[in-house]
């Protein structure tokens, strides 16, 4: 048995040379340069285990009479054995202590490190330890990433941080994961256990000045400015750019080469980039706060997150009326009014689309103006007032005509004629969609095309020809598809729903309802998922009867 083995080549001379001979090694870190060993890597301990240790160490009545409080604390403890046995040996020592009691303590912010030490026993000694025999360059790369605000990192985004080339990042990341300081929950992607991370935050304010901290953090959140702006444009060049300026120096934005790319990045770092706009919102860096809000709009719209939207654009109205900037706030306003009424709150949506329309008068934002009234129609057409849906499409149409803007004037042609066929005006109705259609493919508006086509799938379907309106939906969910836009795909999968009803196909209507209903509650918009399964419900009964 060797217990707590340094390295390998402190290990390598006390190999034993004969066969037949068991040798157990113990070490912090994995001892990758020996050759011909099996390596366990001890993970944490499952949460029945943990719970058996606690109450073991304690040895009285309490655990059992309080099972909910000893999972909190061991929890709290995350699942470490050294924690835990820390944890319990002060609750034992502590008669008069609820189990209860203990959790709480744990909980408080900054507490959980400085209450599992006991006598010459310290969770947060072991850590120190552990860094201790770092060279510099890793116990930097340690400290720095107590800065992280997200839950886990990638490798350029830790390159940004610590200002080091990517190569070398991950050479320090891996190596951590070796020392056990770092887990790597998928492949390139890194992160702390929660006690660990709370060691990284108290080192690196004890042991990096604060400029120092100071420029790290804003490399990490301009990394994900950038990232996500250059990602964003990706997504939809149809609005207008924002001017983010050039990365904090030490900085490199990640590739991405096309829409996909962006996609899966935003997939993958969605949370870490949440956290980057909340840790600039706490260092008051208010123009990268609505920054990030817009970087994300795009994405939060693909995917239906529109809570995380609405949480967005709120700080971002708030950074900008810090900042005083108008035309910030109109969009702000502009994009919470799109948001809050499929969200299911109209009375907000109608308040901020109002003051997004004043405010774009006063600055002489004809743009905007227009952006305004093609988010009111689309408002008024939730509220199945199509005679006001109507009149702000027109317009918005006028108005992108006058700007010469034919890809956001093309959208509005089919906006308009969706309006006419639900007044039940369908040749009107079908010249507009379709002229719109012909402007969105003339200007490879993906986007365009798909809304263009639900249109005429909706005016196809309300003058009973069903057959069209399925071919419509179908290449519009196939259009919506090729953009990965989760969000407008439910809404096409409902209509398909529909259409296949109309058609007596009771199955494929259930099998489209079904995937609308899964999207839309991935998305956490359940009132849409009810409503589409309270329609499917009563057309089942009525197909019954």
């Known amino acids: 048995m060797l217990d707590n083995a340094a390295d ?47 109450s073991g160490i304690v040895g009285d009545d309490r655990p059992a009479a309080e099972a909910g409080a000893v999972r909190d604390v061991v929890a709290l403890c995350g699942h470490l054995p050294l924690a835990i046995r820390i944890a319990a040996a002060r609750l034992r020592t502590r008669p008069v202590w609820t189990v209860a009691h203990l959790a709480d303590r744990l909980r408080q912010a900054g507490r959980p490190l400085a209450e599992l030490s006991a006598g010459d026993r310290s969770v947060a000694a072991a850590f120190a330890l552990s860094y201790g025999h770092l060279d510099a360059a890793r116990q930097r790369m340690f400290r720095l990433l107590g800065l992280n605000p ?14 080091v080339p990517a190569a070398e990042t991950e050479r320090l990341l891996e190596s951590l994961v070796d020392d056990h300081l770092l887990q790597q929950p998928a492949t390139g992607r890194f992160r702390f256990h929660d006690l660990v991370r709370q060691h990284a935050q108290a080192t690196v304010l004890a042991g990096e000045p604060e400029p120092d901290r100071t420029a790290a953090l804003r490399r990490l959140v301009g990394f994900h400015l950038h990232t996500g702006h250059r990602g964003s444009r990706l997504l939809d060049q149809q609005h207008p750019p924002i001017d983010v300026g050039e990365p904090p120096p030490g900085c490199v934005p990640a590739p991405l080469p096309d829409d996909t790319a962006a996609m899966t990045w935003f997939d993958g770092n969605h949370q870490c980039v949440l956290a980057a706009r909340q840790a600039a919102e706490d260092a008051g860096w208010d123009t990268w706060v609505w920054q990030l809000a817009w970087t994300l709009d795009n994405f939060h719209y693909r995917r239906g997150h529109l809570q995380a939207n609405i949480e967005s654009w709120l700080a971002g109205l708030a950074a900008a009326e810090r900042l005083g900037d108008r035309a910030v706030q109109a969009r702000a306003h502009r994009r919470l009014g799109l948001v809050y009424g499929p969200f299911g709150m109209p009375a907000e949506a109608l308040h901020h689309l109002n003051r997004s329309l004043a405010l774009a008068g006063e600055i002489g934002d ?7 009234h093609f988010v009111l129609a689309l408002h008024w057409t939730n509220e199945k007032d199509d005679e006001r849906a109507l009149e702000h499409a027109t317009s ?24 006419l066929s639900r007044l039940g005006r369908h040749e009107e109705a079908r ?22 086509l639900d249109s005429l799938a909706a005016i196809a379907g309300e003058t009973g020809l069903h057959g069209e309106a399925l071919e419509r939906s179908r290449r519009a969910l196939s259009l919506w598809r090729h953009l990965d836009n989760t969000y407008r795909q439910a809404g096409t999968l409902a209509a398909l729903g529909d259409t296949h009803h109309a058609l007596g196909h009771p199955d494929q209507a259930r099998e489209a309802w079904h995937q609308a209903i899964v999207l839309y509650r991935a998305g956490n918009l359940h009132s849409a998922a009810d409503e589409i399964e309270n329609r499917a419900a009563n057309r089942s009964r009525t197909a019954e009867v």
């Open 366 to 372: 004809t743009l905007g103006q227009a952006g305004v």
């Open 431 to 452: 010249g507009q969609a379709e002229s719109g259609l012909a402007l969105c493919r003339e200007s490879s508006d993906v986007y365009g095309q798909a809304d263009a």
């Open 396 to 419: 918005a149409q006028k108005l992108y005509g006058a700007l010469e803007d034919g890809k956001w004037e093309a959208r509005a042609f089919a906006l308009i004629g969706a309006c």
């Open 8 to 54: 390998a080549a402190q290990v390598r001379p006390l190999l034993p040379g004969s066969p037949g001979t068991l040798l157990l090694i113990t070490s912090r870190r994995r001892l990758i340069g020996l050759e011909a060993v099996h390596t366990v890597s001890l993970d944490v301990l499952p949460e029945a285990t943990s719970v058996a240790l606690f």
């Open 150 to 163: 997200g839950p886990d990192i990638d490798v350029p985004a830790a390159a940004a941080l610590a200002a």
